[in-house]
């Protein structure tokens, strides 16, 4: 039996040739020319010596070059190493090493920190879209190298993809993700989770070295033989006129991006005709999912995932309609519960409306993080993947996250979740953003802060105004005592906001 992520656009160049598979500014490229293009990568990557099973490290933008060197290293049989890209050197020295990689293919605009964290590694580095003299230019070696033929077959347990966690608790951790993992997600995915279409034209902003982006956008998208516009950076205002221009009908986003998206509505009439608009990589207030319904006529349907889980494991699914402020249902083929979060050697099961951690199970989880198993066996237990999320189950399947187990604020013997303050605070016409930390306290162990960005509405809010408006709406216990107004909310490479950055600062 053989499987390989790779077929995902063999298989489109085969199907829809001359359909355009990649847009980015003036360039636009069939699948048929991305799937000859990539076979040339591959070709120059084999000259190297790189092989089944060997590592590739892919540290680059969203620009067109990031599918080909990805499906270039898949169809060799080899494994690919996304790198985040806002990583110094000696961070991606780090990866390079743990993961063992052969090469790093960087593109010019990070040649300087790849290449430095490549050489404190010993790795290999070739560029592409320009670069150093001194580093070999990928892309002008493909363009006279004969393309490979096809791709090499491989089992569908074989590792297809290593993908690092954000390393909020030491050292980031390599998840590796097989072929069977990352293809029955990009597949379940298109069929029946967003039930993409070939006519699709899909917004890229999600970085593709993150698996949101990757699966969600690119394999999932490629699988369809949509369109997929690239946007390397995210900027709001040309966001969404490219979103109008041209013709979007899938935006694929995180809740920092609608959030963004709504301010620059005011400065732009235009609306594109979206068709579906999906979130995830961390909580959507449902405040922003009714604005971006009044303003954007299209509905948010919010799901839920890791890196370790390919990454969609639930999500709000047309088959079983949609509850705003839930992350859905499991998607096919696999199971979602909540089980006792304070037992970690086993899983206990709890029942409707309980909260405890969101246990996971089927396709999608991961085979194990690289060279540590005892982080393995201490998140694969009893057949599930425990998440480190708080959440309950309703009596629909539906789930709803409460907060990470390592961001509950304990005040006073009482379980204080950001997620449940923070979806409060979202709702007061002065509050644009908002992220809830906790912080150290004499009487009560902990303390409840609030970080407030103010929307255009709320230039006067004060902190006293918003405390005094939050104990309207929260239990005693819940309610901020003390907020800080900032101009943004430090975001990590994902579009997540980087709690444990503004925790330092409190």
């Known amino acids: 039996m053989s499987l390989t992520l790779a077929s995902i656009l063999a298989e489109s160049a085969q199907r829809y040739p001359h359909r355009e598979a990649v847009v980015m500014g003036d360039t636009r490229i069939t699948f048929e020319q991305l799937w000859e293009e990539t076979r040339r990568y591959a070709a120059v990557l084999r000259d190297q010596g790189v092989g089944p099973g060997d590592r590739v490290a892919l540290l680059m933008p969203n620009v067109p070059d990031f599918p080909r060197v990805y499906y270039a290293a898949l169809s060799l049989g080899a494994v690919v190493v996304p790198v985040h890209a806002l990583l110094v050197a000696p961070e991606i020295a780090f990866v390079l090493r743990d993961s063992g990689a052969k090469v790093l293919v960087v593109a010019a605009p990070l040649l300087a920190a790849g290449a430095a964290g490549a050489k404190t590694a010993g790795v290999p580095v070739f560029s592409t879209m320009g670069g150093d003299d001194d580093v070999p230019r990928l892309d002008l070696l493909a363009a006279q190298q004969a393309p490979i033929d096809t791709y090499v077959q491989r089992d569908p347990e074989d590792p297809a993809v290593v993908l690092y966690t ?27 989770v967003i039930h993409m279409q070939n006519d699709d034209v899909i917004f890229g902003a999600l970085p593709l070295f993150h698996s949101f982006g990757q699966t969600v956008v690119m394999n999932a998208g490629f699988f369809v033989g949509a369109s997929i516009v690239l946007m390397p950076r995210f900027e709001p205002g040309l966001a969404l006129a490219m979103l109008v221009e041209e013709k979007v009908t899938v935006f694929a986003g995180v809740p920092t991006m609608y959030i963004a998206l709504l301010a620059a509505a005011r400065a732009d009439t235009r609306r594109p005709q979206l068709r579906v608009a ?73 029942g409707v409306g309980e909260i405890g951690e969101v ?35 309703d009596e629909d399947g539906f789930i709803s996250i409460v907060d990470r187990k390592k961001d509950m604020i304990l005040r006073g013997g009482f379980n204080v979740y950001p997620r449940e303050v923070e979806e409060v605070l979202a709702r007061h016409p002065g509050v644009a953003q908002v992220a809830v930390v906790g912080f150290p306290d ?18 006067d809010l004060t902190a006293e105004v918003l405390i005094d408006w939050s104990k309207e709406h929260l239990g005693r216990y819940k309610y901020p005592r003390r907020v800080e107004f900032v101009t943004d909310l430090p975001l990590g490479p994902s579009g997540k906001v980087l709690k444990r950055e503004l925790a330092k600062n409190l």
């Open 278 to 350: 999906a979130s995830g990589g961390s909580s959507l207030p449902v405040a922003v999912i009714d604005r971006f319904r009044e303003i954007f006529f299209t509905e948010i349907y919010e799901g839920y995932g890791l890196s370790e889980t390919s990454p969609v494991a639930t999500f709000n699914q047309e088959v079983y309609g949609r509850k705003p402020g839930t992350v859905g249902r499991a998607i096919w083929g696999t199971d979602a519960a909540i089980a006792k979060a304070e037992i970690e050697d086993r899983i206990e099961l709890l």
């Open 442 to 459: 004499d009487v009560h162990g902990e303390e409840v802060c609030a970080v407030v960005v103010r929307s255009p509405e709320g230039g």
């Open 166 to 192: 954000s390393g909020t608790t030491g050292s980031p951790k390599g998840a590796v993700l097989t072929h069977l993992n990352m293809t029955m997600n990009a597949i379940v995915t298109a069929t029946s």
């Open 359 to 393: 246990v996971l199970r089927g396709h999608h989880i991961f085979s194990g993080y690289l060279n540590n198993p005892e982080a393995t066996k201490a998140v694969k237990v009893d057949g599930w993947f425990r998440t480190g999320d708080l959440g309950t189950v």
